[in-house]
């Protein structure tokens, strides 16, 4: 009979990872899991966390500014990058040993070292060159940020792994990309006052999102002072006597003290022993899974980032805790990857569960968009020219609410509550008669009464 070390090896201790090992030691499952670099995984260490810090750093110079319009004098502010920087470092050690400790309790044995698969029960701990029998392999590995297209120069450019260390902050930016991490970050670094370039190649920021979001999104950070060089590329960096020349593709040079490239990352499978087991990777190196996150090989399953399917923490999360509960908990369960609310932490944030407005034609054919946009009350009195948009889409035929679409203040916080109610399938009639609450902006997602005029459905075929 074969002997197993442990019931469970998983490979990488981010955010399914952990989940995963901690819910079957949970079971009483024997488990065991390796990291590489840090405990916590991108979410925690170079992801989700640190930026929303860093975010919250931005929008002080908003509030400082808006105080004014209330009778506060502020004195003179000033900002420190290298305090913002070591305080977020401190955050994220303390983060990490709480995860290290939840591990621990669990029972969960961690190895600090890159671990590979060498065949379908086998892990190869490089750091001590040991072998681990396993039951089960979990790959959870996550993904990496990559510096692409790659163009001459491309070597002088960062991603968002190093943006968290930079020992100053630059006074001057370019950040490529028009996906969430890169309007993040545009968002950041504008509100602490760097001069800001955003270089994206679609016409408009935030591809996938409702169109409405999209061209508002694109107006507030014009007005915020963020230089938008859309439909372009970069073609080359150069070294310049005073930063980073970045040469455009209208042929325009724009010199800069840093380039930040978020435009896209890639899963984290490479020299990971997948081909020994005879498992292939899709076109973006991402491992397919069934289902149950279970790979062609019974005893390897694969959660996260690594699978790439819907690339959030709590998606993660769930992959990893399901893979659990399926295997030692004998509950086979699966994550439903429809209907997943999200935020963007631009400045103005943005929520989003459901269908945007195209996507809802086409899937749902007769649908009721009401929209509503305005100048939220605190705006009024500070002189600010931020605009507030809600959006809701409505399936025509059974009155589901099947979008909510929110820009603006603590959209993430909105669209947590509004997604519990479309994700239990709330009508607009049941939005309706929800009590306003006064005076709030998210009373207007309960007293929109009047649909907008779209478009029918346009004939396929
Ligand atoms: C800048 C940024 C901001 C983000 N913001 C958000 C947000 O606001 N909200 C949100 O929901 N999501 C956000 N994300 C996405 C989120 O971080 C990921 O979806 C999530 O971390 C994926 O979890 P995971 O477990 O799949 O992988 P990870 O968390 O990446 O964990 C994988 C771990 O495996 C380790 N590893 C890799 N290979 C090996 C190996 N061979 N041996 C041992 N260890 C290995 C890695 O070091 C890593 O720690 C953000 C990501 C980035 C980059």
Request: hydrophobic fraction near 45%; proline fraction near 3%.
């Amino acid at each position: 009979m074969t002997q197993f070390d442990v019931d469970l090896f998983v490979i990488g201790g981010g955010s399914g990872g952990v989940r995963a090992a901690r819910i079957a030691a949970n079971y009483g499952a024997k488990v065991m899991i390796a990291e590489e670099y840090r405990i916590g995984g991108t979410c925690v260490i170079r992801g989700c966390v640190p930026k929303k810090l860093m975010v919250y750093a931005s929008r002080f110079a908003d509030e400082f500014h808006d105080a004014a319009g209330f009778g506060w004098t502020v004195g003179e502010t000033s900002f420190d990058w290298a305090t913002l920087i070591r305080n977020k470092d401190e955050e994220i050690d303390r983060l990490e040993g709480i995860y290290r400790a939840n591990l621990e309790r669990a029972g969960v044995e961690t190895i600090n070292s890159r671990a590979v698969i060498e065949d379908a029960h086998t892990i190869h701990i490089l750091k001590t060159g040991a072998r681990i029998r396993a039951r089960y392999i979990l790959v959870a590995v996550g993904a990496h940020p990559t510096l692409e297209p790659a163009i001459p120069g491309g070597e002088l450019g960062i991603t968002s792994n190093e943006v968290f260390h930079l020992e100053t902050q630059p006074r001057r930016i370019m950040v490529v990309g028009g996906g969430y991490i890169a309007v993040e970050f545009a968002g950041v670094f504008a509100g602490l006052g760097s001069d800001v370039t955003l270089v994206h190649r679609g016409d408009k920021l935030l591809r996938g999102f409702d169109e409405d979001v999209r061209d508002a999104l694109g107006e507030a950070y014009a007005q915020r002072g963020i230089n938008l060089a859309l439909k372009t590329t970069v073609t080359r960096l150069d070294k310049a006597a005073d930063g980073i020349a970045a040469t455009l593709s209208d042929g325009s040079v724009v010199t800069v003290d840093q380039v930040l490239v978020a435009t896209g990352r890639r899963p984290n499978t490479k020299g990971l022993g997948l081909e020994k087991v005879g498992i292939t990777v899709d076109e973006v190196g991402a491992i397919p899974v069934d289902t149950y996150s279970q790979t062609l090989i019974p005893s390897i399953y694969a959660v996260g980032d690594v699978t790439n399917r819907v690339n959030l923490t709590p998606i993660a999360i769930r992959e990893g805790h399901a893979f659990a509960d399926t295997v030692f908990g004998r509950k086979p369960t699966i994550v439903d990857h429809d209907l997943i609310p999200t935020a963007v932490f631009s400045t103005p944030e943005i929520g989003v569960i459901g269908c945007g407005e195209a996507a809802a034609r086409q899937v749902y054919g007769d649908i009721d968009v009401y929209k509503t946009a305005f100048r939220p009350m605190k705006a009024t009195r500070s002189g600010g020219s931020e605009r507030v948009l809600m959006k809701l889409v409505v399936d025509k035929a059974t009155d589901k609410v099947v979008g909510v679409h929110i820009m603006g203040h603590d959209a993430g916080e909105l669209i947590q509550l509004a997604g519990i109610a479309v994700t239990m399938g709330a009508t607009k009639a049941d939005f309706d008669r929800t009590v306003a609450v006064h005076p709030t902006a998210a009373e207007e997602l309960v007293t929109m009464r009047t649909p907008v005029v779209v478009k029918k459905p346009v004939a396929v075929g």
